[in-house]
């Protein structure tokens, strides 16, 4: 079998010395491919139940199984490796299998037997009673076991920075994390460390490096993140790159667009929450968010809200809304509104968070007060120690929400999964 890979990864993934491997890296730099590969070759070799987890199951789809398939193809043994869809699994002919779970329903982890290794893709994402439940399916009578870990840096409160390398709060220290940005690759307390960024994949354009580069100047966060590797405390602000303009100059870039991506999103509310309609355009080329036009009001009847957006039963537009509320959803087309529900699902808070964050630019008209108010100085809550939570706010922002849900079905930059790798004609021999 032939198979080029990135000259960073060939050791890690023929070592099987080590209990726990643990990839930590930018977008772009192949760990994930080169789990997969791990997975696959090992698979061939011996015969294992290897368990892959994402906190959310239904990721998995367009994720580790799209991947492990691409590789299975790539490598010409999809006649001999079966990728069955329903239930997920891949079936080896030597009696070796791949499944796949999701820590969002976790009485599923209850009935697996014999896994050997498990991989932990996002692993960051996944909660850490989630991590220990995962150490107790990992069993097997005679098979060493080995647990992979993957994951793009976050904060350096999430647990995974604190359990693999330290908790200042409660004075545990394995290894810093400055130490393994320099060396790259490090083993310690029978752990493999592995630290990659998009500089590793020599199979990327250099295109999607100067997109990664150009994160530095509207978003430093996220450039540390993606571009560098590296863990660290995540800005007070969600969203650095807002900015307030007047309404009149937003309106004119909106117009200077070679074809908006136009969206309307309503967050419902009553009493102590707020309905909240926004218009939002995108500059799909430049990566910019316009905010135009917001409604915001709260203590309001579905019959009295209807009576006030009455000029979007006119315009028919597509409005996409809070699908916890499918009556009040059902109320609105009923009168003749366009309104669908957006599709939420466990963890949508932060995937929708991090997909907003991903605009270069968020500009908002100066006539959108509520917005302005609850957006351009919005910040993190932190825990009792101190650390940021990602996916919960001072406040309850609720033009954030309508913005979730206008953009469900729009991506800003897929960084991390695009481009795919490809093989070069010169294959080295493995």
């Not at 915001?296 to 979007?312: H, P, S, V, W």
Request: positive net charge.
């Amino acid at each position: 079998m032939e198979k080029e890979v990135n000259p960073h990864f060939r050791d890690f993934l023929f070592d099987w010395s080590q209990k726990f491997y643990f990839l930590v890296g930018g977008y772009g730099s192949s760990k994930s491919y080169h789990v997969a590969l791990k997975l696959i070759l090992k698979l061939l070799q011996e015969k294992r139940t290897a368990l892959v987890v994402r906190e959310v199951y239904d990721t998995h789809r367009d994720s580790t199984f799209s991947l492990l398939e691409e590789i299975i193809t790539d490598l010409g043994l999809e006649n001999k490796i079966r990728c069955v869809s329903s239930p997920m699994q891949i079936r080896f002919p030597n009696g070796s299998k791949i499944i796949f779970k999701g820590m969002d329903k976790p009485a599923k982890l209850k009935s697996i037997n014999n896994v050997s290794i498990v991989w932990v893709e996002e692993c960051s994402e996944v909660k850490y009673d989630g991590f220990k439940e995962l150490l107790g399916r990992l069993r097997h009578p005679n098979l060493k076991l080995h647990m992979i870990l993957s994951t793009n840096p976050v904060s350096t409160g999430n647990w995974s920075y604190k359990h693999f390398f330290k908790d200042d709060v409660n004075q545990f220290f394995v290894l810093d994390d400055e130490e393994l940005y320099k060396k790259k690759t490090i083993i310690k307390n029978n752990t493999y460390y592995h630290h990659s960024t998009a500089d590793d994949n020599l199979f990327l354009p250099k295109s999607y490096i100067e997109q990664l580069e150009d994160l530095k100047t509207h978003d430093p966060d996220l450039y540390r993140i993606a571009r560098k590797g590296h863990f660290g405390v995540n800005g007070v602000r969600v969203f650095p790159q807002f900015e307030e303009w007047p309404h009149d100059e937003v309106m004119k870039a909106i117009s200077n667009i070679d074809r908006p991506i136009k969206r309307v999103g309503m967050d419902f509310g009553f009493e102590e929450s707020y309905n909240a309609v926004v218009r939002l355009a995108v500059d799909h080329k430049k990566k910019y968010l316009y905010i135009y036009w917001e409604y915001y009001k709260r203590g309001m009847t579905d019959d009295r809200t209807a009576e006030e957006l009455q000029e979007f039963k006119k315009t028919q537009e597509l409005i996409k809304a809070d699908s916890a509320e499918p009556k009040t959803i059902q109320y609105f087309r009923q009168q003749g509104f366009n309104m669908v529900g957006a599709h939420k699902y466990q963890g949508s808070r932060l995937q929708y968070t991090k997909k907003i964050k991903r605009f270069k630019k968020i500009i908002c008209s100066d006539q959108c007060k509520n917005t302005i108010f609850e957006l351009k100085l919005l910040t993190y809550k932190k825990d009792k120690l101190g650390n940021i939570i990602e996916d919960e706010f001072k406040i309850d922002p609720h033009t954030l929400s309508a913005i979730w849900y206008a953009l469900d079905d729009y991506e800003v930059t897929d960084l991390k999964e695009k481009p795919k790798i490809r093989p070069r004609p010169n294959r080295e021999r493995r």
